[in-house]
């Protein structure tokens, strides 16, 4: 976000939690974080913006959306996000050592080589040791959002869906990437060279990418 208001200073900007995050309480299903979200959003006193998620906001994204319609979303950018097919989980659609991790994240942080290996590859060791340093596991005995099913009945057609294609994505490979992409039913494809976590590894050219569409 330091990028993004060092470029465009005068744009207001609102990074969201899910509950279990960072103190933020609440309902954890599905339907939970997307009242929280929207709470949030609210509570902000936005009126038009874009949204813009990463990995599993492909499920919570376009419940989001929907609930503030067309006229208040200007567009969503999808960054390397888990989209199932309408009414299937991520757990349906991911390899299975990325449902394992998923799954596994549920209740433990996950252990830092096998997240170094997913998610750090091309990253300096700063930006290595600051990705390992932020994880931490979903609120335990709750239902997680991997298994939890799409839904995009709702979603606004005229939102217009820019997908960030992750080139080097050892989580979510491009070829699958775009799968998802197609169900999200993503327009515009706009690549950018790094693994998972582009916010992270490239903050600059993903800075770049979402003002030049605000």
């Not at 006193?45 to 994204?61: C, D, K, P, Q």
């Not at 996000?81 to 433990?108: G, H």
């Not at 991997?146 to 050892?170: E, K, N």
Request: aromatic share 4%; net charge neutral; glycine share 6%.
């Amino acid at each position: 976000m330091d990028v993004i208001r060092a470029t465009a200073p005068s744009v207001p900007q609102l990074a969201v939690d899910l509950p279990g995050r960072r103190g933020t309480t609440g309902d954890t299903t599905l339907a939970g974080c997307v009242r929280s979200v929207v709470g949030q959003i609210e509570d902000a006193g936005l009126r038009r913006f874009m949204l813009v998620g990463h990995s599993l906001a492909g499920i919570t994204v376009p419940l989001v959306a929907s609930e503030l319609g067309a006229e208040r979303v200007s567009r969503i950018v999808a960054i390397a996000c888990c989209v199932p097919p309408q009414s299937k989980t991520t757990a349906d659609t991911v390899n299975l050592p990325t449902r394992l991790v998923a799954n596994l994240l549920d209740y433990v942080p996950m252990p830092r080589w096998l997240a170094r290996q997913m998610f750090c590859n091309g990253m300096s060791p700063a930006q290595t040791d600051f990705s390992l340093g932020v994880l931490v596991p979903d609120a335990p005995d709750t239902p997680g959002l991997t298994r939890a099913a799409a839904d995009r009945s709702t979603l606004p057609a005229q939102i217009p869906r820019t997908w960030v294609l992750t080139l080097r994505d050892r989580t979510l490979p491009p070829r699958v990437q775009l799968r998802f992409a197609a169900n999200l039913g993503a327009s515009e494809i706009v690549p950018i060279d790094t693994g998972h976590n582009p916010m992270i590894a490239d903050p600059e050219r993903l800075a770049s990418i979402i003002v030049e569409r605000l």
